[in-house]
């Protein structure tokens, strides 16, 4: 079992920063892949940003693209979400999400963290 943790959200004015924290527990050896989606009032979950522990690759989604960057402390088991720029379509609650060997899809799901961007 892996255990997620997410913290840094809160409310901020538009063009602003955040950054997010997802801490990993338990079996994290099993992990190849962590990632953040977000869900809006009103809309399905999105995909948001992902980071593959292979070769250190990171994906985007296009509406962060250029504003967000996702990395990871391996040290400390956790993966971050800077975003800058913020909007307030940025606004949701945002999911730290992690993949393991054994499967292809996300297994783990941390309890998410609201954003909120004022205009």
């Known amino acids: 079992q892996v255990q997620l943790v997410e913290s840094g959200g809160g409310l901020v004015q538009a063009g602003g920063s955040l950054r997010l924290s997802c801490a990993a527990s338990?079996?994290?050896?099993?992990?190849?892949?962590m990632g953040w989606f977000r869900q809006a009032p009103g809309k399905e979950r999105e995909f948001v940003a992902r980071?593959?522990?292979?070769?250190?690759?990171?994906y985007y989604a296009d509406s962060v693209k250029g504003r967000f960057t996702i990395s990871r402390d391996n040290a400390k088991n956790t993966v971050y979400l800077q975003m800058n720029s913020l909007k307030p379509e940025d606004t949701a609650v945002y999911y730290c999400?992690?993949?393991?060997?054994?499967?292809?899809?996300?297994?783990?799901w941390g309890q998410g963290t609201q954003v909120t961007v004022s205009s």
């Open positions: 338990g079996r994290t050896f099993m992990l190849n892949a």
């Open positions: 980071l593959e522990w292979s070769g250190g690759i990171t």
């Open positions: 999400a992690a993949r393991t060997i054994l499967t292809i899809k996300y297994d783990y």
